[in-house]
């Protein structure tokens, strides 16, 4: 793909089908109070991240309230308001927070659409400002539904099970393709015929499970063997599962073009198959509450003009995927090799102190690729990166971890217990979370953690959960290096799993 393509308009994928308990209307509508109001935005993309100001920020409480409580109503409420609630994906595709400043196709996009409707409505010195709350695929359209939420912008098909829960634009994207996309682990594929018999790697809440569930159905009827879905990890977006596609990690998957030609600029090993649509005209529209008429004509309006999209792929993604550390494929031979003489340790001290040792063995990979022999200009050593004074001091009073393997293992492991017993006592973590928050304090500090904890709450969201909830604290605080960091764990963990998975059930990788 010509990387001075303009890439549309856009964002990640949502859930087609899910059960949707309708809310009741409406609480009182907030008032800006002494606020101050936000600045004209400037038109077009900075040259430079330095020259973009970071939108005003929302007082915690009103921030609360736009994300817990329920109002329905036309535009003319949402004036009086004063703020316009845009649900969206927390994705390095479509929102993201590169430290204070918000960024993604669905950022530019409604950033867009915020100065056309102040324009439009001639809105002044009192000005609607569109606040940006992420979700998940679960949760996004349920929210809509209950009046939690005014507009959802995500890779949103225009299908009959989506209107029966909201309105829906003009397309925003017509004939968006469903493309096959390979990775260097994948046999080779020429047609759609070559799928058959192969492993595919998809999750099950985004529009191409469907599409897959209809070839396997085809496969069969012709008498051809079904592919297997490999399902992914819900918490995984559209560029972890390219990430791991083009590391090897896995085989292939099924992606959005653009999406996809975006990301193999980034990712070297990704091969997209611009001739292997399995779909090619996919209606892509952007959500609205159902019943506001208004509403929905302006962006209607809005859509008519702008549904060609912005410069977004060929600068902002680049430009961020420059200095990111994304995973590399931990399961190659050479790679495996180093877990596997380590595994008997993260068994062992992954029981003993209440971790997966599946998790810790993702950990030593982050810190280290599981290499004793790793040491850090800030002093940390070997396997799990931890500096000779943190474990011989108490409470740890591990000696030797420089030269001593599993010494260091010990340490990093019961550091990581004494972090959560110490800092987190009083967290209702589930057993997930606990070792998610173990290691972003492991990275950032456990005082730094627990005070992102507190701004989550007050803002409303999860302080027990990372994703999609105190990681958005945490990439608007302190930088998006921790967020990757945890990021990575998972990914290597999902990766080790998998390869634990077909061990078990003796079943080869058959991504070919």
């Not at 060609?308 to 993604?317: D, M, Q, R």
């Amino acid at each position: 793909m010509n990387i001075r393509q303009e890439i549309k308009v856009i964002v990640v994928a949502t859930s087609l089908l899910f059960v949707i308990v309708f809310g009741q209307s409406c609480a009182t509508n907030p008032q800006p109070g002494n606020q101050a109001a936000p600045s004209e935005p400037q038109a077009g993309l900075p040259e430079t991240a330095t020259e973009e100001q970071p939108p005003a920020e929302i007082d915690s409480t009103l921030l609360e309230r736009l994300r817990t409580e329920k109002w329905t109503g036309d535009i003319d409420g949402m004036v009086e308001r004063r703020y316009l609630r845009a649900l969206v994906l927390y994705s390095k595709t479509g929102f993201f927070y590169d430290g204070p400043q918000p960024r993604g196709i669905s950022y530019e996009g409604l950033k867009e659409f915020e100065k056309f409707l102040n324009k439009r409505l001639n809105t002044g010195n009192k000005p609607v400002q569109i606040v940006f709350l992420p979700v998940t695929r679960e949760e996004g359209l349920k929210r809509m539904a209950e009046g939690r939420g005014d507009i959802a912008v995500a890779n949103i098909p225009i299908v009959d099970e989506i209107l029966k829960i909201a309105d829906l634009s003009d397309p925003v994207r017509e004939n968006a393709k469903q493309l096959v996309v390979t990775g260097p682990s994948a046999p080779p594929i020429a047609a759609i015929d070559d799928l058959a018999g192969k492993e595919i790697f998809v999750r099950k809440l985004s529009r191409y499970y469907p599409t897959l569930v209809r070839l396997n159905e085809q496969f069969k009827q012709s008498g051809k063997p079904e592919m297997t879905l490999k399902l992914a990890d819900e918490n995984l977006q559209d560029e972890d599962i390219l990430n791991m596609v083009g590391a090897g990690v896995v085989g292939m998957t099924l992606m959005d073009d653009l999406v996809a030609g975006l990301w193999a600029k980034v990712f070297e090993g990704l091969n997209v198959h611009n001739d292997l649509a399995l779909v090619n005209d996919d209606r892509i529209g952007w959500a609205v509450q159902k019943n506001t008429p208004q509403f929905l004509a302006l962006v209607n309006e809005f859509v008519k003009d702008h549904k060609e999209g912005t410069s977004f792929g060929n600068t902002l993604i680049l430009r961020y995927a420059k200095d990111a550390k994304f995973a590399k494929n931990n399961t190659l031979p050479g790679e495996m090799e180093k877990y596997k003489a380590a595994v008997g340790l993260f068994k062992k001290y992954g029981d003993q102190y209440g971790f997966d040792w599946l998790m810790i063995a993702a950990q030593a990979y982050q810190e280290s690729t599981i290499d004793q022999s790793k040491t850090s200009p800030a002093g940390a050593y070997g396997v799990m990166q931890i500096k000779p004074s943190t474990a011989a001091g108490n409470p740890i009073n591990i000696p030797d971890i420089d030269t001593n393997m599993e010494n260091n293992i010990n340490a990093g492991v019961k550091y990581l217990d004494y972090i959560v017993n110490v800092n987190f006592k009083d967290a209702k973590f589930d057993k997930l979370n606990r070792e998610l928050f173990a290691f972003a304090a492991y990275n950032a500090g456990p005082a730094r953690v627990a005070g992102l904890r507190k701004k989550a709450e007050a803002q409303g969201l999860d302080p027990n959960k990372w994703f999609n909830n105190v990681e958005l604290v945490a990439a608007k605080e302190i930088g998006a290096e921790t967020v990757t960091y945890v990021s990575n764990i998972y990914k290597y963990y999902l990766a080790y799993k998998l390869v634990s998975d077909d061990i078990r059930t003796r079943k080869p990788r058959n991504n070919g």
